[in-house]
């Protein structure tokens, strides 16, 4: 059983970057894929990106590609997305997610889910 906490969410202004974090704990990472996914007020969830724990393989979403990075470390399990430029159409609740193999961009390609982290970015 994976666990994932996410940390690093805040209030920021337009233009401005911060990092989120997703600490995994419960089992060894081989063989999953690791994604960020948002959910505005509102909306549905909407993938963000995603990472192959061993391969290093990316993919991001056309909204987060050239402004956001995911990245991880591997001897602390922990997945990281650094967002830069951002914008307040960015605001929502960024969620972390384990799922084994597959990098999918659908949310029920995940089974393990963090509780969430608030980004809000004002105008």
């Known amino acids: 059983q994976i666990q994932l906490v996410e940390s690093g969410g805040g209030l920021v202004q337009a233009g401005d970057s911060l990092t989120l974090s997703c600490a995994a704990s419960g089992g060894a990472l081989t063989n999953y894929a690791m994604a960020w996914f948002r959910q505005a007020p509102g909306k549905v969830r909407e993938f963000v990106a995603a990472?192959?724990?061993?391969?290093?393989?990316?993919a991001y979403s056309d909204s987060a590609k050239g402004r956001f990075t995911i990245s991880k470390h591997n001897g602390k399990n922990t997945m990281f997305l650094q967002m830069n430029s951002l914008k307040p159409e960015d605001t929502a609740v960024y969620s972390c997610?384990?799922?084994?193999?597959?990098?999918?961009?659908?949310?029920?390609?995940?089974?393990?889910w963090g509780q969430g982290t608030q980004v809000a970015v004002s105008s």
């Open positions: 990472i192959l724990w061993n391969s290093g393989i990316i």
């Open positions: 997610a384990a799922g084994a193999g597959f990098m999918g961009r659908g949310p029920g390609d995940y089974k393990y």
